[in-house]
């Protein structure tokens, strides 16, 4: 990263905030009375998760999983690995998977195929934000919070080699 980078905001705090609530808000209409697994998909999504599951007022777990696609570019490798495997058991279990960004689609095709095969009750998916410009796999996202254009997005959990995730708005990241 070059040190002529320049940031500008794409996604305020406020408009974030409105986002949770209203993606938190359909959930509990949803998952009150499932006791469901939400699983975040590591290291981007924690920001989101941790402000999405305070709004979340009924039983639930969470469970977090690791994967990599993308090395230290900006680009998708195209081939997904696990960082990190679940510790728990989803058979039968109502299972919401909370991701901050789809990009490609390569990362979490891979990762609800993997899912579905340990048989889940239910198995959707929520996103803070889409770019789906950029899809080269299909994914059916539930609860979506924001379109965003085809840049590069840094801040709230978003990052660019581990730098930015603790910035509290979403940025367009310009070389």
Do not use: W
């Not at 986002?19 to 975040?40: E, Q, S």
Request: glycine share 6%.
């Amino acid at each position: 990263m070059s040190s002529q980078a320049k940031l500008q905001v794409l996604v305020s705090r406020a408009e974030l905030n409105t986002t949770v609530d209203k993606l938190a808000a359909a959930i509990t209409r949803d998952y009150n009375d499932k006791n469901p697994l939400l699983l975040g998909i590591l290291k981007g999504v924690f920001v989101f998760m941790s402000d999405l599951v305070r709004r979340l007022d009924f039983p639930l777990e969470i469970e977090f999983v690791r994967l990599s696609s993308y090395g230290s570019g900006q680009e998708t490798s195209g081939k997904v690995k696990m960082m990190q495997d679940l510790e728990l058991n989803i058979e039968g279990r109502h299972v919401l998977v909370v991701e901050d960004i789809i990009d490609t689609g390569i990362t979490l095709a891979f990762l609800l195929d993997y899912l579905k095969k340990k048989k889940p009750a239910s198995l959707k998916l929520c996103a803070l934000s889409d770019k789906p410009v950029r899809r080269r796999m299909p994914v059916k996202i539930d609860y979506l919070g924001l379109t965003v254009p085809d840049k590069f997005l840094v801040g709230y959990g978003l990052d660019c080699d581990e730098k930015y995730r603790n910035l509290p708005d979403i940025y367009v990241l310009e070389e």
